[in-house]
């Protein structure tokens, strides 16, 4: 999932609303993935992308739901585990969120 090759320029206002829209639906107890979001917005190198777009979310917007490709939490970010927890989001030994049971599909 390279980023470099896109023009970043193009990236601005209107391509983080537009992850923050997406984001804004993931239900309680799902989660998305960078390249899941991408995807959907139909630039699916720019998983890199999402998450600098989400590194400037605003407040009213919880971005807790969105972990890597893998089902890695966000290095750092001690709350995310356990606003997770709370919806139930169920976790792999290696502290990964378990994907199969919690993937976010669009059309469910």
Same mark, same amino acid.
């Given at each position: 999932m390279k980023d470099y090759k896109v023009d970043k320029e193009s990236f $601005?206002? $209107?391509? @983080?609303?537009? +992850?923050?829209?997406? +984001?804004s639906q993931i239900p309680v107890g799902k989660v998305s993935t960078y390249g899941g979001i991408a /995807? /959907? /917005?139909? &630039?699916p190198q720019c998983s890199r992308m999402v998450g600098r &777009? /989400?590194?400037?979310?605003?407040?009213?917007l919880s971005c807790h @739901?969105? +972990?890597n490709s893998t089902g890695r939490l966000v290095p750092g970010w001690v709350e995310q585990k356990q606003l997770l927890l709370a919806e139930e989001v169920s976790f792999k030994a290696n502290g990964c969120v378990n994907l199969k049971e919690h993937l976010w599909h669009v059309d469910e």
């Open positions: $601005s206002e $209107s391509f @983080r609303k537009e +992850v923050y829209e997406v +984001v /995807l /959907l /917005l139909g &630039a &777009a /989400l590194k400037e979310v605003p407040d009213e @739901r969105v +972990v």
